[in-house]
């Protein structure tokens, strides 16, 4: 659901209007940003810029992005191309394997890094600053206001969560005796050295920086690649980092294209990649660089109904939630909802269809989908409408009185029913599971007896990141959770399929590539690897002879 929903004690008493006041200020209060969000238009447009051992630099090439609201061109992005990436990789192979830190080699980076956190997570709290991230986050990725400002809170949290000496927690050691005296093995999270980060459209702000941070906390040299329509959000945070403290040589910043990018990757060597992003290129991120990756790819996530209905009016809008914030653009959003049949004698899909009318254009609670057209969402619906017992729900039709690209997506929320059990047919899986980045869902029904059916769906996907079993019965709950994958399972009557904050692991599970974000055990994880040091100082038995050959 909403990030707004985790977050709102601490925000809803700020409204958007509260926070226009310091726009005016912005210019003068943020000595870092270089832009302006409600300023940049065709006619005023923003320049990014490439970062690269320790100078931002322009090239000659410039990718214009246009407006995804009326499309205008907006925003030139500085891209290097192929002939470009030498600087790239030259700075990638000046970090050792050892990494920039780690137990043994300057440790007060940890300490360094701890302080940044701390400065960086107070600055995002502070409301001129938020509200320029925020702004910022819709101009490229339109969201509700809430949701962007969301993002931001979320992030700031996860810095002040790393404040102080929590970075160099994360380091730390563990000690086993030996065999005989003088004897230790000790167990230590060691960097990688040189890395990479690469990073979708969807969240500008939150994932790019989570990774970010880890990849540093952990002693690594980070490579960044932030899609190129809104990579423009951690330009401006690279800059804010830099003010708090962040040597501006410990990043490298490129803007490229796919094909690029995936050169540097060959010829720098980074001895890691994390990508998010679709499970298309992580599969071939995956071959190309021999498997040193881990990747939070593509989810098709799912939510069930248990047979215990109550709370119908909260259920139905974690639901709308879920499916339809951001305008479904979510690696985590609900993609499939299994409602048992008590569920459909209630006034759910009634209240789904209420509240997914509420949305609208004009706050952004419904706007444009930025990697999939139109044409091609609606042409989905219709192959799936061809599916005996299949019906549209609501939804449906294009956006009306609309200005969005043709090159994007705009559609209503959308939700097609297809039977259990049609769904399960050879010929008709892959189409019903084929993930719709965009405000589109699959809805089914089961009975009692059904269960094993909705089981035997979910065993078939290959997307296994978040999912929502709904229900206060412990045994329901024990029988669905124990027979799924799913690296994020929310439980219980508040389940959702949404949320990503920072005080849980987000991330797939089932696949060892898969990576995890925003807490320690996801740092860990991705962004080091184990080394044992066994130390072994004597003394030598006082009666110690040479022994035979063995």
């Known amino acids: 659901m909403s990030l707004f929903r985790l977050c709102r004690s601490n925000i809803s008493r700020k409204t958007p209007s509260d926070y226009l006041r310091f726009s005016s200020r912005l210019a003068h209060s943020l000595g870092f940003a270089s832009v302006k969000a409600e ?104 969201k509700s206001y809430q949701q962007a400002l969301g993002e931001v809170y979320v992030t700031g949290k996860f810095l002040e969560n790393f404040s102080g000496d929590q970075v160099r927690f994360l380091a730390r050691s563990f000690g086993v005796p030996g065999n005989h005296l003088g004897q230790q093995s000790h167990g230590f999270r060691w960097p990688y050295g040189p890395v990479a980060v690469i990073t979708p459209f969807n969240f500008p702000l939150e994932i790019p920086l989570l990774q970010l941070m880890g990849a540093l906390y952990m002693g690594n040299k980070p490579v960044l690649k932030v899609d190129s329509k809104v990579c423009i959000v951690m330009e401006q945070m690279l800059r804010l980092l830099h003010d708090c403290g962040m040597p501006i040589d410990d990043v490298d910043f490129i803007n490229s294209d796919g094909k690029t990018m995936n050169k540097l990757l060959l010829e720098g060597k980074p001895r890691m990649t994390l990508f998010t992003g679709s499970s298309r290129v992580a599969d071939k991120l995956a071959y190309d660089l021999n498997g040193r990756i881990k990747l939070e790819d593509a989810g098709f996530d799912w939510k069930i109904l248990g047979p215990d209905v109550q709370e119908v009016d909260y259920v139905s809008w974690v639901c709308d939630q879920d499916a339809y914030a951001c305008s479904g653009q979510k690696c985590s959003a609900q993609s499939m909802l299994f409602m048992h049949e008590n569920w459909s004698k209630t006034s759910l899909l009634s209240q789904l269809t209420d509240l997914a009318a509420r949305r609208k254009l004009e706050d952004l609670t419904i706007g444009p989908v930025l990697t999939v057209t139109t044409e091609a969402m609606l042409d989905h619906m219709k192959k799936l409408l061809q599916i005996p017992g299949s019906k549209l729900l609501f939804g449906g039709e294009e956006l009306k009185n609309h200005s969005i690209p043709s090159v994007y997506g705009a559609i209503k929320p959308t939700a097609v029913f297809v039977p259990i059990e049609e769904i399960l047919k050879g010929e008709n899986y892959e189409l019903v599971t084929k993930e719709i980045f965009g405000p589109f869902q699959i809805i089914t029904e089961y009975k009692d007896n059904q269960l094993q059916l909705v089981l035997d769906a979910l065993e078939k996907m290959h997307a296994h990141l978040t999912a929502a079993v709904v229900s206060s019965d412990p045994l329901f709950i024990q029988e669905v959770v124990g027979k799924t994958v799913n690296g994020t399972t929310y439980a219980g009557l508040r389940a959702r399929t949404t949320g990503a904050p920072q005080n849980h692991w987000f991330g797939p599970a089932g696949d060892p590539r898969g990576a995890g974000i925003g807490t320690p055990e996801a740092i860990k994880l991705v962004w080091s690897c184990h080394r044992e040091v066994i130390y072994d100082f004597g003394p030598v038995p006082q009666q110690w002879k040479l022994p035979p050959s063995t």
């Open 39 to 142: 300023e940049i238009s065709g006619s005023q447009p923003a320049e990014v810029h490439n970062l690269v051992q320790g100078e931002w630099i322009k090239s000659a090439n410039w990718n214009t992005i246009v407006d995804p609201l009326n499309g205008e061109s907006f925003i030139k992005v500085s891209e290097v191309d192929e002939s470009g990436i030498k600087p790239f990789v030259e700075s990638l192979s000046k970090c050792p394997k050892h990494g920039m830190h780690n137990p043994f080699k300057s440790p007060e980076r940890y300490l360094l890094y701890g302080d940044i956190s701390s400065k960086a997570g107070h600055m995002l709290s502070l409301p001129e600053v938020s509200d320029f991230f925020a702004k910022l986050i819709q101009r490229v990725a339109p």
